[in-house]
């Protein structure tokens, strides 16, 4: 089996900086895209960030600097720095990868996380 865990949420002030967390787990042949995604309460889910396996990166245009997106292959972790946080930063975070499995199909499968939770409240 396969597993995608975020870590890192929590409660911060506007202007805060957060560190999330992303680990995949279990039977892996190997990683390939990795990426943030998050959905706000009554909002769809929207990409924040993601990492090709060659190491080319995507940023929503909310961003607008104030995150960066990091990955360890050999771990087969990625992170998400985030500075200069703003109320409407507030969203529950999901890490997805697209993971060839030992057992699997040969192609990748996209696996999600079940999210972890920032809130930026004063």
């Known amino acids: 089996q396969v597993q995608v865990v975020e870590s890192g949420g929590g409660l911060v002030q506007p202007g805060g900086s957060l560190r999330l967390s992303c680990a995949a787990s279990g039977s892996i042949r190997s990683v390939y895209g990795m990426g943030w995604y998050r959905q706000a309460p009554g909002k769809q889910r929207e990409l924040v960030a993601s990492?090709?396996?060659?190491?080319?990166?995507t940023y929503a245009d909310f961003v607008e600097g104030r995150f960066a997106i990091t990955r360890d292959n050999a771990k087969n972790a990625m992170y998400l720095q985030m500075t200069s946080l703003k109320p409407e930063d507030t969203a529950v975070y999901y890490c997805?990868?697209?993971?060839?499995?030992?057992?699997?199909?040969?192609?990748?499968?996209?696996?999600w996380g079940k999210g972890t939770l920032v809130t930026v409240s004063s």
């Open positions: 990492f090709t396996r060659s190491g080319r990166t």
């Open positions: 997805n990868a697209d993971i060839v499995s030992i057992y699997g199909l040969s192609s990748p499968v996209e696996y």
